[in-house]
């Protein structure tokens, strides 16, 4: 047990997929592993422990921003040894070329600041994917049918942002999407020696407004789930 997590020692695979919600975790626990085992609750923050293909994989809630996710990944990587981390989550297109459903595999993670940003203090670090991962989960996207995007993008610290400026800044220099939790997984894998990638689905669009409907969120994050699996286990 740590502060924010209740399973036992040994209860958390060294696999981790990490949605932003609680209930999503059950939800891909349930529908893609096998033998799944609730392991935490602690603050309604599910996590889930089973197997695929064989494989031990742990699903487990990150919650909404860095702050929150830096929590969940610092005690799973420090207290139950977690050697591969993965977030499964939705982001808004910063692109024309990127379209609602889209898939965008994270190959770095820009941010205005992160909770690292006390330990890097003046340096600027360039949060970046797990190459052998990144590498995976693009093969992996092919088997989906999900058109896939490769490249950076911009971690937020609020989703109500009055910064219309900095979303012109970040689509002009390329930024595929914006979410909140990628940079601080990859400062955190980072520091840790451990691996860590993103794979978002595009869930709304900053340039058009569009917004997935929601009868069709669960089958674009199917996608992400299977393609998170595959690559964790290429
Ligand atoms: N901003 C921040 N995070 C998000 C968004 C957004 O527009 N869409 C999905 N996650």
Redesign the pocket.
């Known amino acids: 047990m740590t502060v924010h997590i209740g399973a036992d020692a040994g209860q958390i695979a060294e696999t981790v997929l990490m949605p932003g919600d609680p209930l999503r975790a059950e939800w891909a626990a349930n529908t893609f592993l096998d033998d799944p085992v609730c392991v935490n609750r602690v603050r309604g923050m599910l996590a889930f422990t089973g197997t695929w293909k064989g494989n031990r994989v742990t699903i487990h809630g990150s919650g909404m921003g860095m702050p929150s996710l830096s929590i969940y990944a610092n005690e799973l990587i420090r207290e139950y040894g977690a050697k591969t981390l993965i977030r499964i ?4 297109a910063m692109q024309e070329k990127v379209a609602i459903r889209d898939v965008i595999v994270a190959m770095t993670a820009s941010s205005l600041s992160t909770p690292s940003r006390g330990i890097f203090r003046e340096l600027n670090f360039a949060p970046c994917a797990d190459y052998g991962l990144l590498n995976a989960a693009v093969e992996a996207a092919k088997g989906t049918g999900a058109n896939c995007h490769v490249g950076g993008i911009y971690s ?1 610290d609020v ?1 109500y ?1 009055e910064r219309p400026d900095l979303n012109e800044i970040m689509t002009r220099h390329g930024i595929l ?4 939790e990628a940079a601080e997984l990859y400062n955190l894998a980072a520091r840790h020696g451990v691996r860590a990638l993103a794979v978002l689905t595009v ?2 669009h ?1 340039l058009t407004g569009e917004a997935l409907p929601s009868e069709d969120r669960q089958s674009s994050f199917g996608d992400m789930v299977q393609i998170a699996l595959e690559a964790a286990f290429s």
């Open positions: 989550g939705s982001c808004g937020a989703f942002d999407g914006v979410e909140m869930s709304d900053l």
